[in-house]
C-alpha cells in the first residue's frame, strides 16, 4: 500500500523558512522520481520542484533560488527547503511521483503572513 505522508508546514512571515519532508512507502523510492506540487486556495496544483533517482533537480520559475528538493534514500524521505518565503508561497504542499501516479497524501498547509 503506497503513502505519502507530508510534514513541516506552518505559519510563517514573509521572508521566513520552512523546511518540509515526506515519508513515503510503498514505492520503490530509489528509483522513483519525485516531485513536490502545492495547490493555493481556489487553484490548480502545480509543480514546484522534481529531483530525480540520480538526484537532479528542477524547479518552477517562482520558485527557483528560494526552494530546494532534496532527497534520503535510505530513509525513503522527500525533502523542501523553503526560504525567502513571500504571501504567494501559501498553499498546501504535495509530494508524488514527478508525474503523479499515486494518491495524493493529506498535504502539509504552508502559510505566508505578517
Known amino acids: 500500500q503506497v503513502q505519502l505522508v507530508e510534514s513541516g508546514g506552518g505559519l510563517v512571515q514573509p521572508g521566513g523558512s520552512l523546511a518540509l519532508s515526506c515519508a513515503a512507502s510503498g514505492i520503490g523510492f530509489r528509483l522513483a522520481d519525485m516531485g513536490w506540487f502545492r495547490q493555493a486556495p481556489g487553484k490548480a496544483r502545480n509543480l514546484v520542484a522534481t529531483i530525480t533517482s540520480a538526484g537532479d533537480t528542477t524547479y518552477a520559475e517562482s520558485v527557483k533560488g528560494r526552494f530546494s528538493i532534496s532527497r534520503d534514500n535510505d530513509k525513503n524521505t522527500l525533502y523542501l527547503q523553503l526560504s525567502s518565503l513571500k504571501p504567494e508561497d501559501t498553499a498546501v504542499y504535495y509530494c508524488?511521483?514527478?508525474?503523479?501516479?499515486?494518491?495524493w497524501g493529506q498535504g502539509t498547509q504552508v502559510t505566508v503572513s505578517s
Open positions: 508524488n511521483l514527478k508525474v503523479p501516479m499515486y494518491d
